[in-house]
T-cell receptor, first 114, second 116 residues
Framework: GNSVTQMEGPVTLSEEAFLTINCTYT??????LFWYVQYPGEGLQLLLK?????DKGSNKGFEATYRKETTSFHLEKGSVQVSDSAVYFC?????????????FGSGTQLTVLP | SAVISQKPSRDICQRGTSLTIQCQVD?????MFWYRQQPGQSLTLIAT?????????ESGFVIDKFPISRPNLTFSTLTVSNMSPEDSSIYLC?????????????FGPGTRLTVL
């Protein structure tokens, strides 16, 4: 079945530091890949997505590239802000009709200090 | 995207009681899902809410414990029955399809449930 392995947290960075959160997946074919963010006390928000190999998703300074050869979708940001403090979830959506639901990674707690 | 609302936003309930959570979307959607997020954990899919037919439950979740209704393309309810402290979680509704992209799920704000 499908699975997502995500970098364990928590991650603590200083403001303006570079961020990488690793995400690798196991799935047949070419799944769609997502990063969701959950700010404290809130629900999940879609951060970015990529639907085919070599696609790059980007939003709010965050980027992730769909790497089929390494089955990865690492999240990066060049300069984090205190407001980026949140939990980040990597997820995939399978290709078959029966796999419409999302499979989530365990989540990575990010804290950015001023 | 879509505007998704959930009611209640939070509740504190007594053991043995039941709570019904509502999910309302501002556009018609093909797919509606219910997830559970236990404290400090990731999200686990409970079931897919199917319009006009019984929900499709994932392994470990049963209709008697989590009955679901979906009367139309914009509304669904999840009931948590005969609650115990282990049911304390955030319950999230998500939607996709029809007026929205079929490829992306959008999430409601969640219902934070505490069972005493």
């Amino acid at each position: 079945g499908n699975s997502v392995t995500q970098m364990e947290g928590p991650v603590t960075l200083s403001e303006e530091a570079f961020l990488t959160i690793n995400c690798t997946y196991t799935a047949t074919g070419y799944p769609s890949l997502f990063w969701y963010v959950q700010y404290p006390g809130e629900g999940l928000q879609l951060l970015l997505k990529a639907t085919k190999a070599d696609d790059k998703g980007s939003n709010k300074g965050f980027e992730a590239t769909y790497r089929k050869e390494t089955t990865s979708f690492h999240l990066e940001k060049g300069s984090v802000q205190v407001s980026d403090s949140a939990v980040y979830f990597c997820a995939l959506r399978g290709v078959s009709v029966s796999a419409r639901q999302l499979t989530f990674g365990s989540g990575t707690q990010l804290t950015v200090l001023p | 995207s879509a505007v998704i609302s959930q009611k209640p936003s939070r509740d504190i309930c007594q053991r043995g009681t039941s709570l019904t959570i509502q999910c309302q979307v501002d556009s018609q959607v093909t797919m509606m899902f219910w997830y559970r997020q236990q404290p400090g954990q990731s999200l686990t899919l409970i079931a897919t809410a199917n319009q006009g037919s019984e929900a499709t439950y994932e392994s470990g979740f049963v209709i008697d414990k989590f009955p679901i209704s979906r009367p139309n393309l914009t509304f669904s309810t999840l009931t948590v029955s005969n609650m115990s402290p282990e049911d304390s979680s955030i319950y999230l509704c998500s939607v996709a399809g029809q007026d929205l992209s079929t490829d992306t799920q959008y999430f409601g704000p969640g219902t934070r449930l505490t069972v005493l």
